[in-house]
């Protein structure tokens, strides 16, 4: 087993560690404060490639592995955690644009997709049904022109800020065979959105609740097959699970390496407090953490990037393991860092909280852990 990464995997890492040092790092804080990230930093990524990470080249994307991508945003999350999980959101739904969408819908969205001049947001979740996502109460109307939606969807990163929406709604009976997806344009008649939550963590990106009252959508707006939606959604998420467990794993490594920089610096009892053993066994701890998630997350991704049949399984361990051992390490780091790591211009306190919702969102940790024992019992 040779578990070192390539020329090019390590180019990919540092290109978006620097650019994320350069042009997120220090305007993170600001972002939070405001709420909202520049559009602008969205072209900027795209420039890079960044915005069709997994499309595929035919497409016109960089036509990255899963296991390419992990590097990505395990590096921007050394920069901001929330920045990095907004833009693994464009991508999942780029990807099942060019996954699942017609030749035309292909050709009509992916090109500013890819430019991230139309920036994609995803919508499962809604106020009755998180974990349970099957149960979906939104739902899609033929008509003479298309469909009709009537739902509301909760939890949405980008609501009111993103310029097209996958919206899973039920176009068939209960169940997850009752599921299609669509993707809404912003502007459709019957279209709006609800007020700017206010969130412990990710609080530079917009959320809010999507809303549909008969939105008029046309016929080829359609993802694919009626009926496979909740296919497609899965599938999107195996790839949004080891993401997010990368944006744990880069913040949390953010954070210790603050944490070592800060410890040598900080003197107690007339030393530096990393020469004191029993702060050195937590140190130690802490990497040993890191490290042993970090390969855990790279095979999970090399599992999916192969097609191997227990690659869900794999993504679903490694997105519950790898993103409470994230949240362990950045509350460790807080507390070597005492009273100063609960100030806001350390920044250890802001990763604390971002990452705490990576136990929640892309399935709860709790159902990572029945996906697992469902594989274990067959």
Not at 6 to 12: G, H, L, R, S, Y
Not at 213 to 223: F, G, H, K, R, V
Request: net charge negative; with cysteine.
């Amino acid at each position: 087993m040779d578990f070192a990464l390539t020329e090019e995997q390590t180019a990919i890492f540092d290109m978006a560690q620097a650019f994320g040092a350069d042009h997120i790092a220090p305007h993170a804080r600001d972002w939070e404060a405001a709420g909202t990230i520049p559009k602008q930093l969205w072209r900027d990524l795209a420039d890079l490639g960044f915005g069709g990470l997994y499309v595929s080249e035919e497409s016109g994307g960089a036509g990255l592995t899963r296991l390419d991508a992990t590097l990505v945003f395990e590096a921007l999350s050394q920069s901001c955690a929330s920045v990095a999980a907004f833009l693994s959101i464009h991508n999942m739904c780029a990807r099942m644009i060019d996954a699942y969408g017609s030749e035309d819908m292909r050709a009509r969205i992916l090109p500013k997709a890819l430019t991230m001049e139309t920036i994609l947001s995803y919508c499962l979740t809604e106020p009755g049904s998180g974990s349970d996502a099957a149960a979906l109460k939104t739902r899609a109307v033929r008509t003479n022109d298309g469909y009709a939606l009537t739902g509301t969807k909760a939890f949405i990163s980008g609501g009111g800020y993103s310029d097209a929406y996958i919206v899973m709604a039920r176009t068939g009976d209960d169940g997850p065979k009752g599921i299609s997806a669509f993707l809404v344009m912003d502007g459709a008649p019957g279209l709006s959105f609800g007020g700017l939550e206010d969130k412990m963590g990710w609080r530079s990106q917009p959320t809010r609740q999507v809303q549909m009252d008969d939105c008029q959508t046309s016929a080829d707006t359609l993802l694919g097959e009626e009926g496979q939606g909740f296919k497609y959604a899965m599938a999107g998420l195996d790839g949004g699970r080891l993401n997010i467990a990368a944006c744990s794993l880069g913040a949390a490594q953010a954070a210790l390496d603050q944490t070592l920089a800060y410890m040598r610096e900080r003197k107690a009892f007339g030393k530096p407090i990393d020469q004191f053993q029993g702060l050195q066994f937590r140190l130690a701890d802490m990497e040993i953490d890191l490290q042993s998630a970090r390969t855990f997350l790279r095979q999970a991704a090399w599992k999916l990037d192969t097609g191997a049949p227990d690659a869900s399984t794999f993504c679903a361990m490694a997105k519950k393991q790898v993103t409470e051992v994230g949240s362990r390490v950045a509350d460790q780091c807080l507390q070597l860092h005492g009273g100063y790591g609960y100030l806001a211009d350390y920044g250890i306190e802001k990763i604390v909280r971002d990452l705490r919702v990576h136990q929640i969102l892309e399935g709860t940790n709790e159902i990572m852990r029945l996906i697992t024992a469902r594989h274990l019992i067959g």
